[in-house]
């Protein structure tokens, strides 16, 4: 399982902070009614955002099983959120091994953010058949389900989204991705197993005062299509600094589609 850069994770923060979904969040926090405590395993959890997005919504004691392979943003994380009642304990695994050591202790929810696109449909099979063995509760946000609107509109912005698409479902160190699949995917197997499942859309807006975020982005995709060689390497190189262009004007915006669920056991834990 490959690591992202701490610079990438926080500049996303913000944005993915501002995507996650209100109704689902609700229905996580609602979930665990008047408890005074929750136990929760974080899978790929890299600097600890979705702590940071979690925390004030749930029961006032909280123990955190930050789960990640990088031992950099483990550091980090551990610091995600600073409180008496707050406990982070920071574990080291690759997941794309072995998911067993989130079980280890009785879990409340398991949680996840931008982790369902790149993993594998064996992989996914395998985590939820685990999940429900023990009937544990789901909330994954922002996993990316391939929607990306651009405006301007560019003549070849169609063509590098769909090699960026098809990258997507390359190895990302769980096998074959399930990349814009994902969340149908997810939720399909929730609902076939009997569990209920909340779920709607937690897309990045990504405005044109957003040129960082916004030329990190161009150049990832145009990497990415590069990667596919389906379009020829000049092409790309000259739809990235149109591109480029537009957002040093401040005329450029971009919406990037993800999906938020919570899935739950259909029958009280």
């Not at 979705?50 to 550091?75: E, V």
């Not at 063995?133 to 989204?161: E, K, N, Q, V, W």
Request: charged share 20%.
């Amino acid at each position: 399982m490959s690591s992202f850069s701490t610079e990438w994770l926080a500049l996303r923060e913000p944005f993915d902070l501002r995507a996650r979904n209100p109704r689902v969040l609700e229905a996580v926090s609602a979930s665990f009614g008047s408890r005074s405590s929750v136990r929760l395993a974080d899978l790929a959890c890299g600097a600890g955002s979705t702590a940071r997005a979690l925390c004030r919504r749930l029961p006032i004691r909280q123990h955190w099983s930050l789960i990640d392979n990088d031992s950099r943003l483990l550091a980090i994380a551990r610091n995600a959120v600073v409180a008496e009642t707050i406990e982070l304990n920071a574990i080291q695994v690759d997941l794309s091994k072995n998911f067993d050591a989130a079980f280890e202790t009785p879990l409340d929810l398991i949680t996840m953010s931008a982790l369902l696109d790149l993993v594998s449909e064996d992989w996914l099979d395998g985590l939820l058949r685990k999940v429900m063995a023990h009937a544990i509760p789901i909330y994954a946000a922002l996993t990316y389900d391939g929607r990306t609107d651009l405006s301007p509109a560019d003549p070849f912005d169609a063509a590098i989204l769909s090699a960026f698409n098809a990258h997507q479902g390359t190895d990302k160190g769980f096998g074959p991705a399930l990349g814009p699949a994902a969340a149908s995917a997810t939720i399909s197997g929730f609902e076939t197993s009997g569990y209920k499942v909340i779920h709607g859309n937690s897309d990045w807006v990504i405005g044109p005062e957003d040129r960082t975020m916004q030329i990190e982005l161009l150049r990832g995709w145009a990497g990415a299509a590069d990667a596919m060689k389906t379009l020829a390497d000049v092409d790309t190189a000259r739809w990235l600094d149109r591109r480029i262009q537009l957002v040093n004007e401040g005329r450029s915006s971009i919406r990037v589609g993800h999906v938020d669920l919570f899935g739950f056991p259909s029958t009280t834990r």
